[in-house]
């Protein structure tokens, strides 16, 4: 009987291993390079919602200013939202538009977007695409020249590869470099097969039309899934562009880590519960690959938690054999496993860093995955779990 249990649970769950299998190694394998040039020239606003970043917001600015894009065709919109320090004075003598925002009750990026953009198209901004950075990131200097061959082929939504800085500085970014490699490629891979890559919140941008006609939607502790899943919803799909990328930075310690990385999870949970209905019906409505891809998307799990599951269930069903029992549930786990593992290896052979990075992973990454769980379920009983917190940064 339990044997059948673990058994018809291992079968179930690998619809999910097979999805992060097949995109992860679509993603690994499949060639990078630039994308085709474009004769014509799209004019970018680059939007940075700002809270008290007067310490990193000149970096990332100064690394805007030296992007390989006509400096005539783009603007720098800096949102200080309810700031107490001089991030504002900061970005307007580095040549941004600036704009200041007070509102202690609606706080956070979701809101301060759906601010600038209901108060940009009163003013009439003459953009044709948005792009949306951190005030703590630094771009690529292509990233321009490679969003705009990206929407003059015809995208509505795009988000190019989001990186680590230094990804060998600490243990948590060491981490945090793993899953957003893994996500980097799933997501290129996803779009090989015609599916909607997930916003990742850094370096996505929407032309002026999605933003007329839909408007910045999502203000949850997790506002790029929620952008992602509503556009989705209404039928707009996110291309993702590998050839150009911004490098963030991550908090240095397990504690400072401890406080995005749980309001990450439970806002990307309640995000998954709240709208994988409606992605099942458009699968049901569309009956194709790229629809069933995406429905899997929202309803998998971050990988940590996927891999520790399936992990224990395979130490469990391989205990078991040596009572007899357990050898078709075990199978069953195994592949889930091995696909899971060759996932993971497919994309650390697409890259290349430091040792300390492979240091790092090999001997707190099982430390991590326990510890993202306790975390997870600690912040569950947080007074408000769904209260935006500053990240903190070094």
């Known amino acids: 009987m339990i044997d059948t249990i673990l058994l018809i649970t291992g079968i179930f769950f690998l619809p999910v291993s097979v999805y992060l299998f097949l995109t992860t190694c679509l993603g690994a394998f499949s060639k990078k390079g630039g994308l085709k040039e474009s004769t014509s020239l799209k004019k970018f606003a680059i939007v940075i919602s700002a809270h008290n970043e007067e310490r990193i917001i000149g970096r990332t600015l100064h690394s805007i200013q030296e992007v390989d894009y006509p400096a005539s065709l783009f603007n720098v919109y800096v949102v200080a939202d309810n700031c107490s320090d001089d991030t504002a004075i900061i970005a307007r003598k580095m040549n941004a538009l600036c704009i200041e925002r007070y509102d202690e009750i609606n706080r956070g990026k979701g809101h301060a977007l759906r601010w600038f953009f209901n108060d940009a ?49 600490s243990v948590t970014a060491s981490i945090a470099f793993l899953g957003f490699l893994l996500r980097n490629l799933r997501y290129k891979g996803l779009c090989i097969l015609g599916g909607s890559a997930q916003l990742l919140g850094n370096g996505m941008a929407f032309t002026r039309e999605i933003i007329k006609d839909y408007g910045w939607l999502a203000t949850s502790i997790t506002e790029d899934r929620e952008q992602w899943a509503i556009l989705y919803t209404k039928g707009v799909n996110v291309e993702f562009v590998d050839s150009a990328s911004v490098f963030a930075l991550m908090p240095e310690t397990f504690k400072d880590f ?10 990307g949970l309640a995000v998954n519960r709240r709208y994988m209905s409606q992605f099942l019906r458009i699968f049901f409505k569309k009956m194709n690959f790229a629809s069933f891809f995406t429905f899997i998307e929202i309803i998998t799990p971050p990988f940590t938690y996927y891999y520790f599951i399936s992990s224990v269930f395979c130490i469990i069903t391989s205990i078991m054999q040596l009572t007899d029992m357990g050898y078709h549930s075990f199978l069953a786990w195994l592949v889930n496993i091995i696909l899971l593992s060759t996932g993971v290896f497919s994309g650390l052979l697409n890259t290349k860093v430091d ?3 492979y240091k790092n992973l090999l001997f707190y990454l099982p430390v991590f995955v326990p510890w993202r769980i306790w975390n997870l379920l600690r912040g569950y009983f947080r007074s408000n779990p769904e209260e935006w917190i500053k990240s903190k940064r070094h």
Not at 135 to 153: P, R, W
């Open 355 to 357: 040792f300390a990075v």
């Open 121 to 169: 198209f009163k003013n009439n901004l003459p953009e044709d695409v948005f792009l949306i950075i951190d005030a703590d990131t630094i771009v690529s200097k292509n990233i321009l020249k490679e969003m705009n061959k990206k929407f003059c082929e015809g995208a509505q939504v795009a988000n190019v590869r989001y990186e680590i800085l230094n990804p060998g500085c």
């Open 258 to 267: 401890s406080v995005p990385r749980a309001r990450w999870d439970i806002g």
